[in-house]
Structures are given as C-alpha cells and as structure tokens.
C-alpha cells in the first residue's frame, strides 16, 4: 500500500501529491452558482470536519469568484499549497492559496485564456498532480464537437504544452482496437509502469444542453465516448485505445504494489470495465460487472476504490444510491451493499483509512433534476466495513449555497510552517 502513514487522504488522489497524515480537517467543496440562490456565483464552500471543533459539520468560510461559469472539478497541485478549480462552460481556471490558511482560501489568480493558449481546447476538467506541473483534461474543442487534449501548466500557472487526443484520421501511433474517438474526460497516472490512462465523455454542445432534450436527441446521443487510452506516460504518446463503449468516466488505479489495473464504469450502460496488464505484459479493457439494471440507466458518475483495492464505491446519479462492490478479485467484482443517499447523487470522497465518506449531488447544471428532486447537499457518513451511518448534512439551496459537486480534503498538518 502506498504511504501507509497517510491514513485520512483521499484515495482518488494522484500518488505525486503531498498526504495528509490524520484525520482530514476541513472539505472544500466547488459549488455552482444558482441565480436567485445566494450571491449566485460559483464558490468553494469550507466545511470544518474536525471531529472535536465546536463547528463540526458546518460551513466556515465560502469564497465567490463573482460568477457563473459551470463549476465542476479541479485539484491540487503536488505540493498542496494550491488548489485549482475550472468551470466547464467559461473555461475559466481559478488557482486558490490553500496553504496560508487551510481554513480560509484565497483566490490567487484567475486563467482566462485556456483556450486560446491551448490552441483551442474548452471545458478544463480534471487538474491532476504531477511533479511541479498540473495535467488538466479538457472535454472538448472551440466548434463543441468533442475532439479535445490534455493541457500541462506549471504549478504557478503559466501553460506548458498540449497533447491532442488520438482520432481515426491522427492515431499518433497508437494501436486502435475498434475507434479512435478523441473525447476525453479523466487522466491518471501509474507511475511504476510509466503509464497512464484516459477516458472520455462528450462535447460542449452536449454537456451544456439540458438532458431531458438531449436524451431525447437521437443524433446528439451518438456523440459520446466510447474509448479509453492507455498512453506512455513520459514520452505523452498514446499506446492503445480500448473500446469502451457508453461514456466511461472516473479512472481508479489499485494502490497494491503489484496491482497493474484500474477501474472506471461507464455512465450510459452501466458497467464496471477493467483495464489491466495481463501476464504476457498485454494491456487490456474488460467489462466485469453490471451496475444495478442497466436497462433502467442508473448513470453511474463517480466511484472510489479504497487503499486496500478491495473495496469500490459507485455512485449511480438517477436513483441517487451508493453502491457497495467487495473487487478484492478485481475481475469479479460483487456488490455488497447499496444505500439511498438522497433523490440524487454525484461525487463521492473516501477517506484512506476507509472509515469516512463524503457525498454531493450536483452532476451538471443543466442535468440536475427539478422541483423535489432537486436535492443539494453535502452529506458525510462513517463506514464500518458493512454500513454507512449518518455524521452530518448541509442543505446548500438551504443555506443560499448553490449546487455542490467536486469536494478536497485540506489539514493544516500539511504546512507545519
């Protein structure tokens, strides 16, 4: 197991970041804006979940950027001093200093011109950690027709180069096992074997279109991904593009020494898929499981593996469950467990002890459900191994917040300065 003294951080993290030793003791949660909610801009929202502070499980501090601009995910850079957050439809990246004070962010400096430096791609999704750079995965181009890249930066914010995602009419060398796409979603390292792997979603004229007309769509609904890439990881070259049909989203490496596979699931037909190194050396993509019903289309959206890669959680967006799948035999996965975490549910934070969970709703604005159904929320559990049990909620329309999604750790043990 990798860092076997980290035992808060979340598992999800890139293996180059800083770790947090104890417990976790704030979550920092990037929020989309709801006009008529609050100040109606996209935020990061801290939340003080230090077990024994007279403010537990609640919202300490929030930091506007003054806009909407489809808040979505982000990350930290390796050091942990900076945590960079983007918008899906604005394309705006917002770098905020963590390390002054973890209770309190600050906005440091605002990317506005992403596109235009990365030679035309929108919608920075994903900020991964590598050694003083961040490797962010974009979902999709200019014309909103998908074709998009992987763009690295220096932890200070200046652009360094872009690597396009393989296609039918520029492979780049790689080996195409049926389609050779070029949409992108989720990035992520195994550094021990020098590769990494990415997966896809759809294009801007998708993501950003209300769902109830894009599913109804036919055309539209045929332009999702239906590829995974497995790259050389220090020479940026793409090796082999599996076919992984319906939308393959979040990528989880095993954290094992010897474990040379990683999962994802994929959100329109509802599968658990595996990609591993077999014993001849040859890298393959297998479906493994199915997610509830697949004829129902739960949308699995977000899952975590725990440090013992026996354990992964599956978030299913329509149905609103968490999912429990026993993957100690990572070919064979078993559900062992589900509960209703709410009317819907998106991301999902597990932390490296695996004894705490954290959960939000928002998947994107225009995919959200209405009236009722529209559930926001912040919720943290415990895990014993056999059943999650309620810590505390936040209810982010309640409190004038807006819509919750991607969440990040944060300890001050990180700066002993």
Not at 9 to 16: G, L, N, R
Not at 229 to 247: E, I, S, T, Y
Not at 282 to 306: F, H, T
Request: aromatic residues 12%; negative net charge; hydrophobic residues 35%.
């Amino acid at each position: 197991m990798a860092e076997s003294t980290a035992i808060a951080d979340e598992t999800c993290q890139s293996p180059y970041m800083a770790k947090i030793t104890g417990e976790e003791e704030f979550v920092y949660v990037w929020t989309l804006g709801v006009e008529g909610v609050g100040d109606g801009s996209d935020k990061i929202v801290t939340v003080d979940v230090r077990k024994n502070s007279p403010s537990f499980g609640k919202v300490i501090d929030v930091d506007s950027i003054g806009g909407r601009g489809e808040a979505h995910h982000g990350g930290f850079t390796d050091d942990r001093r900076y945590l960079w957050m983007a918008g899906l439809d604005d394309s705006r990246i917002y770098i905020f200093d963590i390390a002054s004070d973890p209770a309190n962010p600050k906005l440091l400096k605002t990317i506005d011109d992403f596109t235009e430096k990365s030679g035309g791609a929108v919608g920075p999704h994903g900020v991964y950690a590598l050694p003083g750079r961040v490797m962010i995965s974009a979902l999709s181009n200019k014309d909103g027709s998908g074709r998009t890249a992987l763009v690295e930066y220096s932890n200070d914010g200046a652009y360094v180069v872009t690597h396009w995602m393989p296609t039918a009419a520029d492979a780049q060398g790689a080996e195409v096992e049926t389609i050779a796409d070029g949409y992108g979603y989720d990035a992520r390292v195994l550094p021990r074997k020098n590769v990494m792997l990415t997966s896809s979603f759809t294009g801007r004229d998708n993501y950003m279109r209300p769902f109830g007309e894009l599913a109804k769509d036919q055309e539209a609904m045929k332009h999702f991904g239906q590829t995974m890439v497995l790259w050389d990881f220090h020479g940026r070259k793409p090796k082999k593009v599996f076919h992984v049909p319906g939308a393959p989203l979040e990528i989880r490496w095993a954290w094992g020494p010897y474990n040379n596979y990683a999962f994802t699931t994929t959100a329109l037909t509802s599968k658990i898929w595996l990609v591993y190194e077999d014993r001849d050396g040859e890298w393959k993509a297998n479906a493994v499981a199915d997610i509830g019903d697949p004829s129902k289309m739960p949308v699995p959206v977000d899952i975590s593996l725990s440090a013992d890669d026996k354990t992964l959680f599956v978030d299913t967006f329509m149905d609103g469950l968490t999912r429990v799948f026993d993957v100690s035999d990572p070919h064979k996965p078993k559900q062992i467990y589900e509960k209703k975490i709410g009317r819907q549910v998106n991301m999902v934070s597990q932390s490296w002890d695996g004894t705490r969970l954290y959960y939000t709703s928002s998947l994107l604005s225009n995919w959200d459900k209405t009236g009722q159904d529209n559930e926001q929320f912040l919720k943290a559990y415990g895990w014993d191994g056999r059943q999650l049990t309620p810590r505390f909620e936040i209810d982010f329309l309640a409190e004038k917040l807006g819509r919750p999604h991607i969440m990040q750790f944060g300890s001050r043990s990180l700066y002993p300065s």
